[in-house]
């Protein structure tokens, strides 16, 4: 009888150890392992679908705007946001274009550029017009054009 139960110990043990450790490994893994590129909606949630870091960052990015600013922090918070977001789907688009994207997606991506970047620069114009202490450099479509990603950062 014992040795009927050490054998069972040691089957469990051949069985449970490889299984229990192949659980864990995966478990480890991050969701961008099972993200699937490229990006197909324009908003954090698709990308997110895609590139699961990426999104996740913009999906935080986007929580920090506020739409009607009342005073200077709240102004350049928001200010910031706005930059973080328009970078991370100019991002988007790079990573897109790295995984074979057709034109109609990357048109999704860059439809809506021009459109934040009037945002942005209505809002400079605010806090300048407030007078705002801490007033960043104005932001334009050639900053916009210098943001890059490398494959590898696709995540």
Same mark, same amino acid.
């Given at each position: ?10 089957? $469990?043990?051949?069985?449970? %150890?490889?299984? =229990?450790?192949?659980? $864990? ?9 099972? =993200? /699937?590129?490229?990006?197909?909606? =324009? ?10 870091? %990426? ?20 102004? +350049? ?6 930059? /973080?977001? $328009? ?5 988007? %688009? ?6 074979? =994207?057709?034109?109609?997606?990357? #048109? ?8 934040? +970047?009037?945002? +942005?620069?209505? +809002? ?9 202490? #801490? ?8 900053? $916009? ?11």
């Amino acid at each position: 009888m014992k040795r009927i139960i050490r054998m069972m110990s040691m089957h $469990l043990a051949v069985w449970a %150890l490889p299984t =229990a450790s192949a659980i $864990l490994i995966f478990s480890a893994f991050p969701v961008t392992a099972f =993200a /699937d590129p490229p990006a197909t909606v =324009a908003s954090c949630e698709g990308i997110g679908s895609a590139y699961s870091i %990426l999104g996740t960052q913009c999906s935080n990015a986007y929580a920090k705007i506020n739409h009607a600013p009342a005073n200077a922090e709240e102004r +350049l918070s928001t200010f910031r946001a706005r930059i /973080d977001v $328009l970078e991370i789907f100019r991002k988007a %688009l790079l990573c897109n274009g790295m995984y074979g =994207a057709g034109q109609a997606a990357q #048109d999704r991506f860059r439809a809506q550029e021009r459109g934040h +970047l009037t945002a +942005l620069q209505e +809002l400079h114009t605010s806090m300048e017009k407030a007078g705002d202490p #801490d007033l960043p450099p104005a932001y334009t479509a050639q900053d $916009l054009n210098a943001t890059s990603i490398k494959k590898a950062q696709c995540k």
